[in-house]
């Protein structure tokens, strides 16, 4: 199996359009509009990683504040003593190595203990980082070297296009394919011979790198850090409720589902500032109760209707 099963020339045609108008956004687009890009392809790269693992996997990990705030401190840390591009890659790679780390410790664990310890883990680093910053550097923040926006939003406009080619990558593949196995019945997966502890941890471990990534280029743009700030727990349920909404079934959904989420939250906050959440809870909740396969399951559902009634039509 290939990954032209997955996108053919009319979708690859189309995506490169859309690459090419996000590519010469910052000619035309106005400074808002580039940041609040900027934020939305952050919360993609989110949405698209955490997908990347819990989707086959249905393991429904709570760590990406984690993952995230990783790459943030990594560029707090070294942002005024390395480049830039190096202190991105560093912020991913230190993603990478404690996500290898806990996924070791934990992926044998199944259902609700796992959510429960990737959450705890994003409240251990935090209140960890916390009393390391008080009782050792006497300092609560730190603060980070800044870029300009454009640069910002052409960073993370680089780690989404090569998020999504790992993504199509991995779907095309035998790996991908065992992944899934593993998401379907485990046992099974591992009686034909799939090493499924060495594969859940090593796409766990991929998309934490790519959260790191995300981390550690955002760092620049909000220029001073704090453990709270870093490691917020939002973060951790925002492209877990993204993802949903748009819907798991194609790499797309997460990517809809996110565009679609984050300007609406800057829409709200800015209309609603006191209501926002509420209104946010409301959305959810329909949407989980009438919507189980998010925004692209509903169009799919659409679709097959009327080709149903074509069909009786004819």
């Known amino acids: 199996m ?12 189309v995506w490169l359009l859309v690459m090419a108008a996000m590519a010469l956004a910052p000619h035309y687009a106005s400074r808002y509009a580039i940041i609040l ?8 790269v989110l949405s ?19 993952f995230f705030g990783a790459g943030i401190y990594s560029a707090a840390v070294l942002g005024s003593s390395l480049p830039l591009l190096v ?25 609700i203990y796992f959510v429960m310890f990737t959450f705890g883990l994003v409240e251990l680093l935090m ?9 050792i550097n006497d300092t609560t923040g730190r603060v980070v ?41 485990e046992e099974a997966a591992a009686h034909i011979g799939v090493n499924v502890t ?7 471990g991929l998309s934490a790198f790519f959260m790191g990534l995300a981390g550690a280029i955002m760092a620049t743009k909000w220029t001073y850090i704090d453990p709270k700030i870093a490691f917020n727990p939002v973060v951790s349920f925002m492209p877990v409720l993204m993802a ?8 797309y959904g997460p990517i809809i589902g996110a565009a679609i989420f984050s300007y609406l939250g800057e829409f709200l906050i800015t209309k609603f500032p006191y209501y926002y959440m509420l209104i946010f809870g409301v959305i959810l909740v329909v949407a989980i109760l009438y919507m189980p396969g998010g925004l692209v399951g509903m169009a799919q559902d659409i679709r097959k209707y009327f080709l149903r009634r074509q069909h009786a039509d004819s």
Not at 198 to 204: A, C, N, P, R
């Open 127 to 135: 209140h960890f980082l916390l009393w390391f910053e008080l009782n």
């Open 198 to 204: 060495v594969l859940k941890i090593t796409v766990f």
């Open 2 to 13: 290939t990954s032209a099963r997955y996108i053919d020339g009319k979708s690859l045609v």
């Open 87 to 111: 202190v991105i890659l560093i912020g991913g790679a230190v993603s990478f190595c404690l996500a290898v780390l806990v996924g070791a410790l934990t992926l044998r664990l199944r259902g």
């Open 37 to 44: 890009l900027s934020t939305i392809l952050m919360y993609v």
């Open 244 to 251: 949903i909404f748009g819907g798991l079934g194609r790499p």
């Open 145 to 185: 070297p800044s870029i300009d926006n454009s640069t910002v939003y052409y960073l993370m406009l680089a780690v989404f296009s090569l998020l999504m080619v790992t993504v199509y990558a991995l779907q095309g593949s035998k790996f991908g394919m065992a992944l899934k196995g593993v998401g379907e019945n």
């Open 48 to 66: 698209v990683s955490w997908a990347m693992f819990s989707g086959p996997t249905k393991y429904i990990s709570l760590a990406p504040a984690a």
